[in-house]
């Protein structure tokens, strides 16, 4: 379990600007949907990421773990929070789950410097 998911999220970045340019109507749409379902509401913005974490894992997304997890990190996320999210997707998720929510602990502790 040796990715380097700062790379990984710097990379789906790359890929979302070289997307914009290539199909910028959809990409605009889609931008668009993201800010809304982001904004705080009654959830705020930090729930909903480390809701978008959880489903990550549980769909056993690598590139989404790499950038959900930066982008709780940069909401203010803590290990607790993350854990927690981990605990959540592996009862969704089962097996499978874990595997995955082991990647986001890692892909946490590289964006924090943090080592287990």
Known sequence: M???YISSAKEIDAGVSR???GVPGPMRAYSQLVTEASKPGTLDAGTKELMALAISIAIRCDGCIAYHTRAAYKKGASRD???ETIGV???MGGGPAVVYGAKVLEAY???TGAGA
Do not use: C, G
């Open 89 to 91: 997707a592996i009862e």
């Open 109 to 111: 502790d590289q964006n």
């Open 81 to 83: 929070e993350i854990l």
């Open 19 to 21: 997307l914009l340019a």
């Open 2 to 4: 040796s990715e380097n």
